[in-house]
Structures are given as C-alpha cells and as structure tokens.
Antibody
C-alpha cells in the first residue's frame, strides 16, 4: 500500500536550518511529485511548493522563495525539504503529500513532522 | 499568496445537509477546474475528499459532493453524521502551477 513516512520531530534555534525527510513506498516514486504543506498550531494549511521526483523539477511558493529547498533521492525513494533562517513563526507541522504529475490534487499524505523553533 | 476564503465554522444536526463555501478569484477558483477538498481531524494529516471540483476518490462516501460557480466552490455534506465533525479545507491551483489553500472551516455536528 502507498505510504509516506516522515522523519521525527525537531527542535531548532532561531536562525538555524531544518531538513525533513519523506520516504515513499508502495508506488513508483519517480512518476509522482511530492508537495510540501505546513500548518502552524491552530492555523490553516499553507502550501510550500513541490518537487517532481522524476527529474527534480521544483516550484516554490513565493512565500518561501529563497529560504526553502526541495531535493530527492530516487534510489532511496525519499524526498527532502530544507528550510533555512528559521524563525519562531516557522513552528509548524510539515507534511509531504503525493501528487501525480498533471493532476491538481494530493491523494496520500505523510503523518507530519513537528518543527519547533525556540530559543 | 492569500488564502481562499471559507467560513470559520458551519454546524448542523445529524441527518441534515450543510454546505461550505470557498471563495477565490478569477486567477484561481474561477479560472481553473482544479478545486480540491480535504478533511482533517485534530492531530491528523488531511484526507482528500473531492478533486477537480466534483470528483470523489474511491472510498469516499457519496454524501460528500462538490460544485463551483464563478469564483466560489462549495462542498456539501448530506446526511450529516457525527464522524463528519472535522476541519475542512479547500485548495485550488493558481497561476504558474502554484496552489493555495482555504482558511479552513470547522464543521460541528450538533
């Protein structure tokens, strides 16, 4: 069955960077995109961007441009999201989600990774 | 990027029908038939309920239906059940292959 399993919770200092992983299984990793979405405590979902696992094409939300980077390791079936220059406002649960390229929805989601930014 | 506008809360009694609206602009909801709806329970990941405005994924109850008129999309839940109590988010593609989510609606079953 399709699964997206994310790395564990992180606590970071302001100004630091965090890297979250998303390991896919149960499907052909390279034929899908991975979207990243975050949700601050008690707040709405916020779209961060996507990476196409096949060729590494990326698209970032303007809200995160320059501060976020998506990569993938096709041999490991894993996508990564790295966010730099962390601020307290970046405290949130970060989700990865699968999206078949050419479609406009995400059908499977990871369990989420809580990133806490605190001094 | 601004969030799509949803009502903060909608409530209904068991068996009733409720509708959640999702208002965007001519650059997102009004321009493309790519509105999706997600259900989210507290502490859980979102679950896809509707895609491309009206389509239900396999396994989603036919009590959930979607529609769109102009810049506003809607999710209707008919025959409301206790298990439908959750947060609901709309999402739309936008210009340049980007996406935007709605502000979220808390559904309460009275």
């Amino acid at each position: 069955q399709v699964q997206l399993v994310q790395s564990g919770a992180e606590v970071k200092r302001p100004g630091a960077s965090v890297k979250v992983s998303c390991k896919a299984s149960g499907y052909s990793f390279s034929t899908y995109a991975i979207h990243w979405v975050r949700q601050a405590p008690g707040q709405r979902l916020e779209w961060m961007g996507w990476i196409f696992a096949g060729n590494g094409d990326t698209l970032y939300s303007p809200n995160f441009q320059g501060r976020v980077s998506f990569t993938r390791d096709t041999s490991a079936g894993t996508a990564y999201m790295e966010l730099s220059s962390l601020m307290s406002d970046d405290t949130a649960v970060y989700y990865c989600a699968r999206n078949i390229r050419g479609s406009t929805w995400c059908d499977y989601w990871g369990q989420g990774t809580l990133v806490t930014v605190s001094s | 990027q601004f969030a799509l506008t949803q009502p903060a809360s909608v409530s209904g009694s068991p068996g009733q029908s409720i509708t959640i609206s999702c208002t965007g602009t001519s650059s997102d909801v009004g321009h493309h038939d790519c509105v999706s709806w997600y259900q989210q329970y507290p502490g859980k990941a979102p679950k896809l309920m509707i895609y491309e405005v009206t389509n239900r994924p396999s396994g989603v109850s036919n009590r959930f239906s979607g529609s769109k008129s102009g810049n506003t999309a809607s999710l209707t839940i008919s025959g409301l059940q206790a298990e439908d109590e959750a947060d609901y988010y709309c999402s739309s593609c936008s210009t340049s292959h980007s996406y935007v989510f709605g502000s979220g609606t808390k559904v309460t079953v009275l």
